[in-house]
């Protein structure tokens, strides 16, 4: 028995250092969402965007926003794959996967219009 478990503090170790290597950082991503200029077209606060075609991203959930901006990426990078707005692909070009994950833990934290969190039906 010992045997069969005698891996898992070094197994452990090395799931943590995963993990905290991908954890997102939001300080970072706030900082890139800043640089960006994403309010020009999603508002001050990302929640009040500026015509109806763009969307509100804040409080929208961190995974679905981090995977539509990788979409975008994929359009820029392979035509036949992704989202297809110019504007998000030419934005996201720029970033690695690690700062995708610092703006959608950021934009996910905010509060909006569609944030539900804690409410129960």
Same mark, same amino acid.
């Given at each position: 028995?010992?045997? $069969?478990?005698?891996? %898992?503090?070094?197994?452990?170790?090395? %799931?943590?250092f995963?993990?905290? @290597?991908?954890a997102?950082? $939001?300080?970072?991503? @706030? @900082?890139?969402?800043?640089?960006?200029? =994403?309010?020009?077209?999603?508002?001050?606060? %990302?929640?009040? #965007?500026?015509?109806? #075609?763009?969307?509100?991203?804040?409080?929208? =959930?961190? #995974?679905?926003?981090?995977?539509a901006?990788? /979409?975008? /990426? #994929?359009?820029?990078?392979?035509?036949?794959?992704?989202?297809?707005?110019?504007? $998000?692909?030419?934005?996201?070009? /720029?970033?690695?996967?690690? /700062?995708l994950?610092?703006?959608?833990?950021?934009?996910?934290?905010?509060t909006?219009?569609l944030?539900?969190?804690?409410? $129960?039906?």
């Open positions: 028995m010992n045997r $069969m478990f005698g891996g %898992l503090p070094l197994t452990a170790a090395v %799931l943590a995963v993990g905290a @290597e991908h997102a950082d $939001m300080k970072k991503g @706030e @900082e890139l969402v800043n640089k960006g200029g =994403c309010i020009a077209c999603h508002g001050a606060s %990302l929640d009040k #965007s500026v015509a109806p #075609s763009y969307p509100v991203v804040s409080g929208q =959930c961190e #995974s679905y926003l981090f995977h901006l990788q /979409q975008y /990426q #994929s359009k820029h990078k392979t035509p036949l794959y992704g989202r297809s707005n110019p504007i $998000m692909g030419g934005m996201v070009a /720029q970033y690695d996967a690690q /700062q994950h610092d703006i959608a833990a950021y934009v996910a934290s905010l909006g219009p944030d539900i969190r804690g409410e $129960m039906h």
